[in-house]
């Protein structure tokens, strides 16, 4: 049951099944879009209104819009597969929703009612299904919102626009899975206590771009970023959160606070405790984690988030030197809760939480 009304204009000249086919055989992440996208605007006169479905096209935003300015931006990363069963399901969109608007009031940002929110994701899912893959692939849904009042001063706007894109992506790990290498950032922090860190703003990612740069400078694929104030403790990567597994098979993860509260992060703590497996949510040093991987004693780490689910680390850089994690192949614990995992998001194994929602 809809509360909301979206306006609905179709496109105009959508890609043709054979187009689409073409396409979304070899889609990669983040660069087939399908056809639609759905936007709502807000005035501090007039709250949310003008909700559409409307074609995909480029946005005509005014050259002094805020957020060119003063990146006042936000957005989320979900997913939507499709079930064995025909169906699309999504896991936990609430949690994204419920992120979404705390993002929001970090970045002095109106929040949009979780279900206007919810309605939103379904109204692009369902026009634009056909771009919903079968098999590994999933559609990737991007909400975000920003600042467009046309206004130089500093201080919050007084409007926005709240946006939907798709796009269809492939299995992240094509070609099979292996484990990633990263790079320890010496020079750059990602996030300091009382900033952004915990909010999903574009800004943190313009701030940490540079390390990206650097890790792919140094031969790895991502980047770690230690805690602001001591230069000591593991935060994250540059857009996911990390475990590390001990030869005890006690997991531990760094504590909220500056790091992004991910979704996986705390679907992996909850699933990782049923298994039997101790989880603590600990802060875990860059000392430690060398000592710990020389010794033996860590045996595994990973990281997660919605785009890769479970990556295994196999190799860790620092400007000092280099050290392997366990035989720098997929672990044990690793593989074992990216199976538990995978099977909720894509129907094998029961959802005991009920995390699957229906679109
Ligand atoms: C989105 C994000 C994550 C992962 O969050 P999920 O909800 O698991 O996708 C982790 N770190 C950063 C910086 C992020 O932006």
Not at 21 to 41: C, E, Q, R, W, Y
Not at 132 to 158: K, Q, T
Not at 241 to 253: A, G, L, P, Q, R
Not at 291 to 310: N, Q, Y
Request: proline residues 5%; hydrophobic residues 40%.
């Amino acid at each position: 049951m809809s509360k909301y009304s979206f306006t609905r204009i179709a496109h105009p000249s959508p890609k043709t099944a054979e187009e689409r086919a073409t396409l979304m055989a070899n889609p990669g992440f983040g660069k087939v879009f399908s056809d639609h996208m759905v936007t709502i605007k807000w005035t501090t006169e007039k709250g949310w209104h003008d909700a559409e479905v409307r074609p995909r096209e480029p946005f005509q935003i005014d050259p002094a819009a805020s957020v060119l300015h003063y990146a006042q931006e936000i957005f989320e990363g979900m997913k939507a597969y499709r079930m064995a069963d025909g169906s699309i399901g999504s896991f936990r969109p609430e949690e994204n929703a419920r992120r979404f608007n705390e993002s929001a009031a970090r970045m002095a940002m109106p929040e949009i009612p979780q279900d206007m929110f919810m309605e939103a994701i379904e109204a692009l899912v369902h026009t634009d299904a056909d771009w919903i893959p079968e098999g590994d692939g999933s559609f990737y849904l991007r909400p975000f919102m920003f600042a467009s009042e046309a206004f130089l001063g500093v201080r919050p706007a007084n409007e926005y626009i709240f946006c939907v894109i798709g796009s269809t992506v492939g299995a992240y790990f094509k070609g099979g899975y292996k484990t990633v290498s990263v790079w320890i950032s010496q020079d750059y922090t990602r996030a300091a206590p009382g900033g952004t860190g915990a909010a999903k703003c574009g800004g943190n990612y313009a701030a940490s771009l540079i390390a990206t740069a650097e890790a792919f400078k140094n031969g790895c694929d991502q980047v770690v970023f230690l805690d602001a104030v001591e230069r000591k403790w593991i935060d994250e990567l540059g857009g996911m959160n990390v475990f590390f597994v001990m030869d005890d098979k006690t997991i531990i993860t760094p504590p909220l606070g500056t790091i992004l509260p991910g979704i996986t992060r705390d679907s992996i703590i909850q699933i990782a405790r049923e298994a039997g497996y101790t989880v603590k949510e600990t802060p875990y040093s860059f000392d430690e984690w060398k000592e710990d991987a020389e010794s033996g004693k860590l045996r595994e780490a990973f990281a997660c988030g919605t785009a890769a689910v479970i990556a295994g680390i196999g190799t860790v850089k620092y400007p000092g030197g280099t050290f392997a994690i366990g035989n720098s192949g997929d672990g044990e614990v690793t593989s074992d809760l990216r199976s538990r995992l995978t099977g909720i998001q894509r129907g094998t194994q029961k959802d005991n939480h009920g995390w699957m929602r229906t679109l």
